[in-house]
């Protein structure tokens, strides 16, 4: 599964960078998925891995204690779960044959 981690930091280091880094290796199976970049938000760094797929609501605690650990200095967080292209279309599917059925049940 993939995640998006993003941190605040009062003026990003490189160190903080670094931070980053490691937060998004010690979460991956395959760090040639790891991507840390800026955002276009100034202060904010964002650190795009993947994850071996499990339910989010596992991935949670996870994610929030290397959060804790690599990236002290923040001032915020927050992460989230993108969709890739084939998730996105296959979920547009998905709701199209259900609204479908809905519409043929009237």
Do not use: G
């Not at 160190?15 to 938000?41: C, G, H, I, Q």
């Not at 989230?80 to 059925?101: C, G, M, V």
């Amino acid at each position: 599964m993939n995640v998006r981690v993003r941190i605040q930091f009062k003026a990003p280091t490189d160190d903080d960078w670094e931070a980053m880094r490691s937060l998004a290796k010690d979460l991956t199976k395959s760090p040639e998925s790891v991507k840390v970049f800026a955002d276009n938000r100034p202060e904010w760094l964002v650190a795009e891995f993947t994850m071996p797929t499990e339910a989010q609501y596992k991935a949670v605690p996870k994610i929030d204690s290397a959060i804790r650990f690599h990236c002290w200095r923040r001032s915020d967080s927050s992460f989230s779960f993108p969709f890739t292209e084939e998730e996105r279309a296959r979920a547009d599917r998905k709701s199209e044959r259900r609204k479908a059925r809905r519409r043929a049940r009237r």
